[in-house]
């Protein structure tokens, strides 16, 4: 069989600016792609309800560009929603999904523990009858997941194998309130349906991938490498923020753009782990 030709993505929520870390995983995943002479896509992970806006998503393409970057633009997840259903429906037949009306108060004084991702969900509604009538998210019980799958093993490209460990981040939510997906969810079925090959992302998204494992075993998809990269730090350790405007860590691509700095002198110099006064790559 020919080798199979790496496709990576980059997909990015348009709920806020791209800032230099994000420049920084677009660059990534489109070299790493580039190099095998695979595919990079871009896909716009629009479900957030209101925080999504579209006119985001278009700055993102002239940013890309900017850069110097070329991709292949797959579906925005709002139009794949019918897609998650379909899947929720199939993972609800299984039996390993059940409705939860926590709020995220709820969940604090559950005494929930802190986990990857925040607090880790106690299991509160687990076997506990919802009013059908009660606007409730959709949990994986994950231990029942696990006795479907048994154990799981992926592999990151600097990490090596790992052992599957979704239970770290306890029973996520899969559907959520508002939404036929939670991020978990929708990123795993697109990066299947979008034959993304290695999963290139920030270390900040290295405990999902223990789900995302999890989700690719229980619904037969094929399974990628993944390629977590470190995180852009400002000089106090804190990781850039999208909201955050100031400084020349919270500048955002847009506004280095319009400035007029040179968009592929930046992308190269993200390439050689050169950063802005003040930035640097988090130890992880
Ligand atoms: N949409 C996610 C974000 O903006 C990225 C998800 C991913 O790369 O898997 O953080
Ligand atoms: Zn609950």
């Keep these: ?9 980059f997909a990015p929520s348009p709920n806020g600016p791209l800032h230099l870390g ?6 990534m995943a489109h070299d790493l792609a580039r190099a095998n002479g695979g595919r990079f896509l871009l896909r716009i992970e629009d479900i957030d309800g209101p925080r999504s806006r579209a006119e985001l998503a278009d700055e993102f393409r002239r940013d890309l560009a900017w850069l110097g970057l070329e991709w292949d633009e797959v579906p925005a997840q709002s139009t794949r929603l019918d897609s998650y259903r379909a899947v929720s429906g199939r993972l609800s ?4 999904l059940y409705p939860c009306t926590c709020t995220r108060k709820d969940i604090e004084e559950a005494g929930a523990r802190p986990g990857p991702e925040g607090l880790v969900y106690p299991g509160t509604c687990k076997g506990r009858r919802v009013d059908p009538a009660q606007r409730a998210a959709l949990r994986l019980d994950v231990p029942a997941a696990l006795e479907l799958t048994g154990p799981l093993t992926w592999e990151d490209a600097g990490a090596g194998v790992q052992q599957a460990d979704p239970l770290a981040l306890g029973d996520v939510v899969l559907v959520r309130k508002d939404l036929p997906a939670s991020y978990h969810l929708a990123a795993t079925l697109d990066d299947a349906a979008d034959g993304v ?12 991938s223990h789900v995302h494992r999890l989700l690719q075993a229980l ?8 390629h977590h990269h470190g ?14 405007g100031s400084g020349e860590g919270g500048m955002g691509l847009t506004e280095r753009r319009l400035r007029g700095d040179d968009g ?4 190269d110099a993200l390439r050689r782990y050169q950063f802005p006064a003040g930035i640097s790559l988090a130890a992880s």
């Design 231 to 244: 995180l852009l730090v400002e000089a106090d350790g804190r990781k850039l923020a999208k909201r955050r």
């Design 219 to 226: 619904l037969d998809l094929p399974v990628p490498r993944w």
């Design 93 to 96: 037949q299984m039996g390993i």
């Design 264 to 267: 592929r002198e930046l992308a």
């Design 22 to 27: 994000h420049a920084f995983s677009a660059v």
């Design 1 to 9: 069989m020919p080798p199979t030709k790496i496709v990576t993505r």
């Design 197 to 208: 090959t290695l999963v290139t992302r920030g270390a900040d998204l290295f405990a999902a």
